[in-house]
């Protein structure tokens, strides 16, 4: 795959192995390392790990790769690329326009506590388990710090896909998998773990007294799959717009899919052991990854070393999903509305950053302020991975398998028959019945509970 830039002016993925890190960069970041470990722990451990794994093969995988052949055969951002396969349903990735903006409000917020991590971490003041709590609750350092962060990925994605996204995906990914397989393999030598391996392996059927409880198992699965795949907020229909013919996006789709899939794997198997073995609760939520692998650090004879290694490449993760997120909107308002790249970055950068400050704030000052039961930050989160992804999916399901149609869809997945889709009908009954039809059971079960 070659770098260049089509008619359109449009930039490309200089190679296959760039393209592949930063679409799994878009997929691995918060939701593999700080959401899928406190998710799994409260879902009754390997309960929600079936459900989830049946998600990423009847959800993750269909949709993840009809948005990479929406993308391609679009060559433009998510609304255009729907838009051209039929007009009127823009709207299809007007869905992930949105999405993506809904999760930067409170991805930003995440993203500020690691890069406070990080620096405290440096400065060899390793945080206290307990710090969390109170840092959360601040006003103003917790704001400066999702605003840099938030600068930082308008800073990438101002340089475009091959020099900026590209370049950062294709160096950084990498390194964090490396690093957390280092400290898995640590993780797991310490006293008490295997309590947590049992905890993500065994089922906890206390978990599942009453229908209300499957169903919210189910519901948090197919959401952490959207999430941790970015599916249903246009990324990958956008990354999928800068692909050339000569990518076998099959072969794209299982690979971007297993390592998802693998790191959050290994992030369980690096975070639970530690919560068992220095005596926190597997279920603490948002706070989990901050507040047990610092007590991992605090441990280690060079645990400034690896907690300042280790958060900087939770931080680089953060930042190759949530550019994927910023790209999307950019791409949009480039190709929608003639803006340059830096206006269409600017614009964003600063409505967003708005939205970041109350979401921010609901776990201190405006803690009390409610809507619909839910603080500010729940509910950005609630909006994003329970009601626009989700609708996002089952439009898409509809335009490609209802619309558009298995030949159409076999013919750009197999970029005109140069590599063969041996799967055409197995994933033409995913994409048509299967897939929409449990994303309408999970939807509806979420609102009748």
């Keep these: 795959m070659s770098k260049n830039v089509s008619g359109s002016g449009r930039d490309k993925w200089s190679t296959g192995f760039g393209f592949i890190m930063s679409a799994a960069g878009s997929a691995v970041g918060l939701g593999n390392i700080w959401k899928f470990p406190y998710v799994c722990g409260t879902g009754g451990g390997a309960l929600f790990l079936a459900v989830y794994i049946f998600f990423v093969l009847v959800l993750g995988y269909p949709i993840l790769l009809t948005e990479l052949s929406v993308g391609r055969h679009g060559g433009s951002n998510a609304v255009d690329a729907c838009e051209k396969i039929k007009k009127g349903w823009g709207f299809a990735g007007g869905f992930g326009v949105a999405g993506s903006a809904a999760v930067l409000a409170y991805y930003c917020t995440v993203g500020g506590w690691v890069m406070k991590y990080l620096f405290s971490t440096a400065s060899g003041n390793i945080p206290l388990p307990s710090y969390f709590s109170e840092y959360s609750t601040m006003t103003a350092e917790p704001v400066v710090?999702?605003?840099?962060?938030?600068?930082?990925?308008?800073?990438?994605?101002?340089?475009?896909?091959?020099?900026?996204?590209?370049?950062?995906?294709?160096?950084?990914?990498?390194?964090?998998?490396?690093?957390?397989?280092?400290?898995?393999?640590?993780?797991?030598?310490?006293?008490?773990?295997?309590?947590?391996?049992?905890?993500?392996?065994?089922?906890?059927?206390s978990k599942i007294?009453?229908?209300?409880?499957?169903?919210?198992?189910?519901?948090?699965?197919?959401?952490?799959?959207?999430?941790?795949?970015?599916?249903?907020?246009?990324?990958?229909?956008?990354?999928?717009?800068?692909?050339?013919?000569?990518?076998?996006?099959?072969?794209?789709?299982?690979?971007?899919?297993?390592?998802?899939?693998?790191?959050?794997?290994?992030?369980?198997?690096?975070v639970l052991p530690a919560v068992f073995a220095m005596g926190l609760e597997?279920?603490?939520?948002?706070?989990?990854?901050?507040?047990?692998?610092?007590?991992?650090?605090?441990?280690?004879?060079?645990?400034?070393?690896?907690?300042?290694?280790?958060?900087?490449?939770?931080?680089?993760?953060?930042?190759?999903?949530?550019?994927?997120?910023?790209?999307?909107?950019?791409?949009?308002?480039?190709?929608?509305?003639?803006?340059?790249?830096?206006?269409?970055?600017?614009?964003?950068?600063?409505?967003?950053?708005l939205l970041c400050v109350p979401a921010s704030l609901s776990y201190?000052?405006?803690?009390?302020?409610?809507?619909?039961?839910?603080?500010?930050?729940?509910?950005?989160?609630?909006?994003?991975?329970?009601?626009?992804?989700?609708?996002?999916?089952?439009?898409?399901c509809i335009l490609a398998g209802r619309i558009w149609g298995r030949k159409n869809m076999e013919r750009e997945i197999s970029s005109d028959g140069r590599y063969p889709f041996r799967l055409a009908g197995v994933f033409d009954v995913m994409i048509k019945?299967?897939?929409?039809?449990?994303?309408?059971?999970?939807?509806?079960?979420?609102?009748?509970?």
């Excluded at 795949?229 to 013919?245: A, D, F, V, W």
């Excluded at 299982?254 to 690096?270: E, K, N, Q, Y």
């Excluded at 290694?309 to 790209?327: D, G, K, R």
């Design 364 to 396: 201190g000052v405006l803690s009390d302020v409610r809507i619909f039961g839910l603080t500010v930050f729940e509910l950005f989160v609630f909006l994003s991975d329970q009601i626009i992804m989700p609708l996002g999916g089952f439009s898409l």
């Design 433 to 449: 019945y299967l897939s929409p039809a449990m994303i309408i059971i999970v939807f509806v079960s979420y609102f009748i509970r």
């Design 209 to 270: 007294s009453s229908f209300g409880d499957v169903a919210d198992i189910v519901v948090k699965a197919m959401g952490q799959v959207f999430f941790s795949l970015s599916l249903g907020m246009g990324t990958l229909i956008t990354y999928g717009s800068y692909l050339e013919k000569d990518n076998d996006l099959s072969r794209s789709t299982w690979i971007i899919v297993t390592i998802d899939t693998a790191i959050a794997m290994i992030s369980g198997l690096t």
């Design 145 to 205: 710090w999702q605003t840099v962060f938030l600068l930082i990925n308008g800073i990438i994605v101002v340089f475009g896909v091959s020099k900026g996204i590209e370049k950062v995906s294709s160096v950084l990914l990498p390194l964090l998998l490396v690093f957390l397989v280092g400290l898995m393999i640590y993780s797991l030598t310490l006293n008490g773990a295997a309590e947590g391996v049992k905890f993500l392996l065994m089922p906890d059927f």
């Design 282 to 353: 597997p279920d603490e939520g948002a706070g989990l990854i901050f507040s047990t692998l610092t007590a991992v650090f605090g441990g280690l004879s060079y645990g400034r070393i690896a907690g300042t290694v280790f958060f900087a490449l939770v931080l680089f993760a953060a930042i190759t999903s949530s550019i994927s997120l910023l790209e999307t909107i950019v791409s949009f308002l480039t190709e929608r509305y003639g803006l340059s790249r830096l206006k269409a970055t600017v614009i964003p950068v600063i409505i967003i950053g």
